[in-house]
């Protein structure tokens, strides 16, 4: 099975701060890769696909970048409503995705 | 707009039964592949089961392999989820996610709110 592994676990930061989650896959899985966004108590909401494509409705301050076995999401310029836990999931092996475990922003 | 809504979760004792159903509205139902993906209390994501948009295939996490059968009813849009032999480590939220895809990519672009699976004597 591929593993998916964050870094870092959580992290602290403000508004206005430019935030990097790393994912690192244990194979490589080309560009399958998407991440979410997870806010306490709700369902997680797809923000990238393939790695690097916005989502519809998806703010551009959200980025992602990354082939093979690593990958980042980035926020350009963190805004309040991006305090979320984010997540990584590969969907390379066949019908057996996993994901990240996951990266909690929160407030400095 | 797409709307998946999960019903069916409760309070189950170990080694009983519990189906859940996943009413979807606002899109093809029958075009799209569905999934559960679950998320035990403080814990992450975890993809359970996926579902061809015809029924024809299906696959499993290893841990549910067995003991798990999703399928649907596309004349009433409603995906299902029956859980046999539940567990204590299967209680979890289990939402309900339509499998997007774009270049052979797959992804979930629409969840549902979930809902919640206890296993508990």
């Known amino acids: 099975d591929i593993q998916m592994t964050q870094s870092p676990s959580s992290l602290s930061a403000s508004v206005g701060d430019r935030v990097t989650i790393t994912c690192r896959a244990s194979?490589?899985?080309?560009?399958?890769l998407n991440w979410y966004q997870q806010k306490p108590g709700k369902a997680p909401k797809l923000l990238i696909y393939?790695?690097?494509s916005l989502q519809s409705g998806v703010p551009s301050r959200f980025s992602g970048s990354g082939s093979g076995t690593d990958f980042t999401l980035t926020i350009s310029s963190l805004q309040p409503e991006d305090f979320a836990t984010y997540y990584c999931q590969q969907s390379y092996s066949s019908h057996t995705w996993t994901f990240g475990q996951g990266t909690k922003v929160e407030r400095k | 707009q797409v709307q998946l809504m999960e019903s069916g979760g409760g309070v189950v004792q170990p080694g009983r039964s519990l189906r859940l159903s996943c009413a979807a509205s606002?899109?093809?139902?029958?075009?799209?592949?569905m999934n559960w993906v679950r998320q035990a209390p403080g814990k992450g994501l975890e993809w359970v089961a996926l579902?061809?948009?015809?029924?024809?295939?299906?696959y499993y996490v290893d841990s549910v392999k067995g003991r798990f059968t999703i399928s649907r009813d596309n004349s009433k849009n409603t995906l299902y989820l029956q859980m046999n032999s539940l567990r204590a480590e299967d209680t979890a939220v289990y939402y309900c996610?339509?499998?997007?895809?774009?270049?052979?990519?797959?992804?979930?672009?629409?969840w549902g709110q979930g809902t919640l699976v206890t296993v508990s004597a």
């Open positions: 606002g899109f093809t139902f029958s075009s799209s592949g």
């Open positions: 579902i061809w948009s015809d029924g024809s295939n299906q």
């Open positions: 996610a339509r499998a997007g895809s774009a270049a052979g990519v797959y992804y979930f672009d629409y």
């Open positions: 194979q490589s899985i080309s560009s399958y």
């Open positions: 393939e790695a690097s």
